[in-house]
């Protein structure tokens, strides 16, 4: 059974950077592409950013382009996140995702294209 364990979340001021891992266990990782996703108080939940297992092809939303980068590291069997240039607007709980889909196949699809997800991580952006 794949199980994802996400961490690295904070408190942060405007500006500053933070990076959250996901630990995978219970398949083979290279299998999978990552999605990063996340929530605040009253709102949906929001994909981030993806990346394939097999090539590490990236995609982002547009408001974190330049911001925030995805990477793995296939033979840890851990993704990340690391985000720069903060802003008020990015805190919310932040999940890692699994799917065995390709990212250019779901990354407009939301969620529900993911089978495997981590318990969250609460970053907050507060001077």
């Known amino acids: 059974q794949v199980q994802l364990a996400d961490s690295g979340g904070g408190l942060v001021q405007p500006g500053g950077s933070l990076k959250l891992s996901c630990a995978f266990s219970?398949?083979?990782?290279?299998?999978?592409?990552i999605g990063w996703f996340r929530q605040a108080p009253g709102k949906e939940r929001e994909g981030v950013s993806c990346?394939?297992?097999?090539?590490?092809?990236?995609h982002y939303i547009d408001s974190v382009k330049g911001r925030f980068t995805t990477s793995r590291d296939n033979a840890k069997k851990q993704a990340y996140l690391q985000l720069t240039s903060l802003k008020p607007e990015d805190t919310a709980v932040y999940y890692c995702?699994?799917?065995?889909?390709?990212?250019?196949?779901?990354?407009?699809?939301?969620?529900?294209?993911?089978?495997?997800w981590g318990q969250g991580t609460q970053v907050t952006v507060s001077s």
């Open positions: 995702a699994a799917s065995d889909y390709e990212c250019y196949m779901i990354f407009d699809s939301g969620p529900s294209a993911y089978d495997y």
């Open positions: 219970g398949g083979t990782f290279d299998y999978y592409a």
């Open positions: 990346i394939s297992g097999r090539d590490s092809t990236t």
